[in-house]
């Protein structure tokens, strides 16, 4: 019977929001795996279904606990309002209630931890119906708390591809729940080169206390077996209350998960000692290995030329035209190598970089056309005032 039952998918718009209020929809999915729908919330980042950004692609995120969904919901809007970071905008997606047959199937999983059932549903028609349903960009993260860290844990090990981050507070580990702990070794030295990411936190709660031990020996194998493409970390120094460690656990694990997308490398640092090849090698990996989709160097670069200006300033001009070849439709690009002639006193040159940089501008929001346009009339007020003197 269960063979008969197509996949389907009815798609209700369960929110019709204004400026101030986030698209929620409810997906419901049937499947060969149960024999009754599970429901989903889905919500979609603001201005996901404005003319202008259909074109755009976004990042997903899912956590199986349906009380989660309001606040990892609510913190992607805020993370994600202020330029994208350090959240870039994501469709959230959970169960919408309790479903007996899912949790019996992690029950089952739990008895019999080499069970494809739920691996197989996450992956053939959960996420599957998701891509089709949503314009994702084919990077995933989940979160999980307790038993559905330990999930997460799971996937990891059994099915990696399934996501690119994974967000855990206090998996349950304490009696080597799934198996773990035993098969952790072996399941971690057969990961591909793809990059992953994974932030485990546990603290000292009384629910918590049985699992530290598990969660420790978890981290000792990371420390043997985990290749160089995953990387991990493991914080059992988490002061917060047990109820708002999946929160914070969260915008941790996110921070950390996105800060080689937002934070440009130090000019002193390994890779960028080894000069502007080395960073462009760095951010094309991040793309092909990580993201699945370009990752700029340009704010890294930039920060190589800056170094070079006191000691080297030829060799900076030469950076800086660099990056304006290797970016040409970046306003900011342009503006650096103009800030650049500007310290150099070389204010025309500074004037007639920086009119490309206005121009270029244009495309992005009028805050970033404002700064330049701003930035241009500083240069032609020193002008001026240097014709006056």
Same mark, same amino acid.
């Given at each position: 019977m269960l063979r008969c039952i197509k996949e389907s998918i009815t798609l209700v718009i369960a929110l019709i929001f204004s400026s101030q209020v986030l698209a929620t929809d409810t997906m419901q999915i049937s499947s060969r795996f149960f024999t009754t729908p599970i429901d989903y919330t889905v919500t979609l980042p603001k201005g996901y279904h404005d003319e202008k950004n259909q074109h755009k692609r976004y990042y997903l995120h899912v956590d199986l606990h349906p009380r989660s969904h309001g606040s990892i919901s609510q913190l992607n809007d805020w993370l994600s309002h202020n330029g994208e970071w350090p959240w870039p905008q994501t469709i959230i997606v959970t169960p919408t209630d309790y479903h007996s047959e899912f949790a019996a199937a992690f029950e089952q999983l739990g008895a019999e931890p080499t069970n494809p059932l739920l691996l197989d549903y996450l992956e053939q028609v959960l996420l599957t119906n998701l891509d089709k349903q949503y314009r994702t960009n084919g990077f995933r993260t989940y979160s999980g708390f307790m038993g559905n860290a330990a999930l997460g844990l799971h996937i990891l090990l059994n099915r990696p591809a399934l996501f690119t981050g994974y967000i855990l507070a206090s998996p349950t580990l304490g009696e080597n729940m799934f198996n773990i702990n035993a098969i952790a070794e072996t399941k971690l030295k057969t990961l591909d080169d793809r990059l992953r990411y994974v932030y485990i936190s546990i603290g000292k709660h009384s629910f918590e206390k049985s699992h530290i031990a598990g969660v420790?020996?978890?981290?000792?194998?990371?420390?043997?077996?985990?290749?160089?493409?995953?990387?991990?970390?493991?914080?059992?120094?988490?002061?917060?209350?047990?109820?708002?460690?999946?929160?914070?656990?969260?915008?941790?694990?996110?921070?950390?998960?996105?800060?080689?997308?937002?934070?440009?490398?130090?000019?002193?640092?390994?890779?960028?000692?080894?000069?502007?090849?080395?960073?462009?090698?760095?951010?094309?990996?991040?793309?092909?290995?990580?993201?699945?989709?370009?990752?700029?160097?340009?704010?890294?670069?930039?920060?190589?030329?800056?170094?070079?200006?006191?000691?080297s300033p030829a060799e900076a001009e030469g950076l800086f035209k660099r990056i304006i070849g290797l970016y040409p439709e970046s306003s900011y690009a342009e503006s650096a190598l103009a800030e650049f002639y500007?310290?150099?006193?070389?204010?025309?040159?500074?004037?007639? @970089?920086?009119?490309?940089? @206005?121009?270029?501008?244009?495309?992005?929001?009028?805050?970033?056309?404002?700064?330049?346009?701003?930035?241009?009339e500083r240069y032609q007020a020193q002008r001026q005032a240097s014709d006056t003197q």
């Open positions: 420790n020996t978890f981290k000792q194998t990371l420390e043997r077996a985990a290749p160089q493409s995953l990387e991990w970390h493991v914080d059992f120094d988490t002061p917060n209350n047990y109820m708002s460690r999946p929160i914070i656990t969260l915008i941790n694990g996110i921070e950390g998960l996105f800060a080689d997308k937002f934070t440009p490398l130090p000019a002193d640092s390994a890779i960028s000692k080894q000069g502007a090849d080395a960073i462009i090698a760095y951010y094309q990996r991040l793309s092909d290995k990580k993201y699945g989709f370009e990752v700029s160097a340009e704010p890294s670069l930039n920060s190589l030329a800056t170094s070079f200006i006191t000691d500007s310290e150099q006193g070389q204010i025309e040159q500074a004037i007639a @970089v920086q009119l490309r940089a @206005v121009e270029k501008a244009k495309t992005l929001i009028q805050w970033h056309q404002n700064k330049q346009q701003a930035t241009l």
